[in-house]
């Protein structure tokens, strides 16, 4: 199956500015995932997205993390207000519905995202 | 508590051995574990992925195997080549998918 295409590869920005990442998916998909892998350390779930609502979050996704799939393409993961611990890899992941692609996640190529 | 513990860290061989890869979890219920490979800088890619009744699956030289009772698997790679210098990331989930807890993932370094 082809890589979801996650935009931008990777993106500087100033410490209180806003970002957004996004994800464009296979059309069919309905269950997304944001995870986020800070350089060095294991990959954490941030978030679980279904229906065009968030399902599942962890204790990491707080009131600066928002995500939406506006348009039904598009998958956003936007962070308000950034701080120099949000610098990490953001992987958008996806899953199909029924079987067997259901058990499986598929990982996007990734976002860098290098707060300053 | 969810925990996936990957043995060893790291791990360095010469190009052509053999290695395994192992992965004990406390994940319940159990749903599914998975393998994958994360290169560098990378998404992880998924290798294999087995259910509760299954116990071998191979993905050319990767065999991973599961053993429900005691929650654990191993990754075996064989003839290993520089190419799966990478790091192996065990992933269980307790749903379909869903929130799955990761493992801290073993590195590896093949070495010509």
């Known amino acids: 199956e082809p890589e979801v295409t996650q935009t931008p590869s990777h993106q500087v920005t100033q410490m209180g500015q806003e970002v957004i990442l996004r994800c464009v998916p296979i059309s069919n998909h309905l269950y997304f995932y944001w995870y986020r892998q800070i350089l060095g350390q294991k990959v954490e779930f941030l978030v679980s997205?279904?229906?065009?609502?968030?399902?599942?979050k962890s204790e990491i996704f707080d009131d600066q993390f928002s995500v939406e799939r506006p348009d039904g393409s598009n998958f956003t993961l936007k962070i308000r207000s950034t701080k120099l611990e949000d610098s990490a890899m953001y992987f958008c992941?996806?899953?199909?519905?029924?079987?067997?692609?259901?058990?499986?996640?598929?990982f996007g190529a990734g976002s860098r995202l290098t707060v300053l | 508590k969810n925990q996936v513990e990957q043995s060893p860290q790291s791990l360095i061989i010469l190009e052509g051995k053999n290695c395994t890869l192992q992965c004990n979890y406390t994940v319940s219920p159990f749903s599914n574990l998975r393998w994958y490979k994360q290169d560098t800088g990378r998404g992880p890619v998924s290798l294999t992925i087995?259910?509760?009744?299954?116990n071998t699956k191979s993905n050319g030289r990767y065999t991973a195997t599961l053993d429900a009772d005691t929650k654990q698997s191993s990754l075996h790679i064989t003839a290993s080549q520089l190419s799966d210098s990478a790091s192996y990331i065990c992933v269980v989930s307790a749903d379909n998918a869903g929130k799955s807890t990761f493992g801290d993932g073993t590195t590896l370094t093949v070495k010509p």
């Open positions: 992941a996806w899953r199909g519905q029924f079987f067997p692609g259901a058990n499986v996640l598929t």
């Open positions: 087995m259910t509760f009744s299954e």
């Open positions: 997205f279904y229906n065009n609502e968030i399902s599942e």
